[in-house]
């Protein structure tokens, strides 16, 4: 059974950053390709960003040059770095771990209960 936990989520003004982790209770972690999404009240969710297990990066160009994901595979976690935020980037975050396919992520059925950003302007 996967577990995935959201954190580091809160409340931060324009131009802040925060770093939210998802920590992965999965076998062979390294094996896995994992994406950031969000989902912004009324709104269908969103890929945002999304690691392979080769370590390539793809961004949602709304994000692109402000947000920075990254995985540490000694610890089962991904990471969402996210600089210069906007009131826009307002949602909940979720990580999952999905597959990528012809250069394209793919989402799996398993979701954390996401960590809340509130972006203050």
């Known amino acids: 059974q996967v577990h995935l936990a959201e954190s580091g989520g809160g409340l931060v003004q324009t131009g802040g950053s925060l770093r939210l982790s998802c920590t992965v209770s999965v076998s062979s972690f390294s094996l896995h390709d994992i994406g950031w999404y969000r989902q912004a009240s009324g709104k269908q969710r969103e890929l945002v960003a999304s690691i392979s297990r080769e370590d390539v990066a793809n961004y949602a160009e709304a994000v692109k040059g402000r947000f920075t994901i990254s995985r540490d595979n000694a610890k089962n976690t991904v990471y969402l770095q996210m600089d210069s935020l906007k009131p826009e980037d307002t949602a909940v975050y979720y990580c999952?771990?999905?597959?990528?396919?012809?250069?394209?992520?793919?989402?799996?059925?398993?979701w954390g209960p996401g960590t809340r950003v509130t972006v203050s302007s």
């Open positions: 999952n771990l999905g597959i990528y396919s012809r250069g394209q992520f793919y989402e799996g059925s398993n």
